[in-house]
Nanobody, 127 residues
Framework: HLVESGGGSVQAGGSLRLSCRAS????????MGWFRQSPGNKREGVSY???????KYTDSVKGRFTISQDSAKNTHDLQMDGLKPEDTAMYYC???????????????????????WGLGTQVTVSS
């Protein structure tokens, strides 16, 4: 399973670092990522990283967020700088096959039966 940590409340312009620890079989064959969901909106992809270290970001966070992973520890982090009020959401850690991750990132509906999902950590950014 996946466990997130590091959410919280900050003012606009501040930083937070989210961390996800994975306890799953064959961790290194999965793409690892972060999704977010705010009330009334669908879950959207924020960033993911492939087993080879290739990273992908949604346009709204490029240049502000950085994803990284430590395969030895089965963890991946999301460093969030320059936070904006519109970044406020519940953030979810995900482990998916890379094909499924790309599909979800492109906007396919959230599927709780697909891969692995964390329970989420709240990020609140005030103006």
């Amino acid at each position: 399973h996946l466990v997130e940590s590091g959410g919280g409340s900050v003012q606009a312009g501040g930083s937070l670092r989210l961390s996800c620890r994975a306890s799953i079989f064959n961790y290194k064959r999965f793409c690892m990522g972060w999704f977010r969901q705010s009330p009334g909106n669908k879950r959207e992809g924020v960033s993911y990283i492939t087993p080879d270290g290739v990273t992908k970001y949604t346009d709204s966070v490029k240049g502000r967020f950085t994803i990284s992973q430590d395969s030895a520890k089965n963890t991946h982090d999301l460093q969030m700088d320059g936070l904006k009020p519109e970044d406020t959401a519940m953030y979810y850690c995900a482990a998916q096959t890379c094909d499924e991750m790309a599909t979800l990132f492109a906007g396919a509906p959230y599927n709780p039966q697909s891969g692995y999902w964390g329970l989420g950590t709240q990020v609140t950014v005030s103006s």
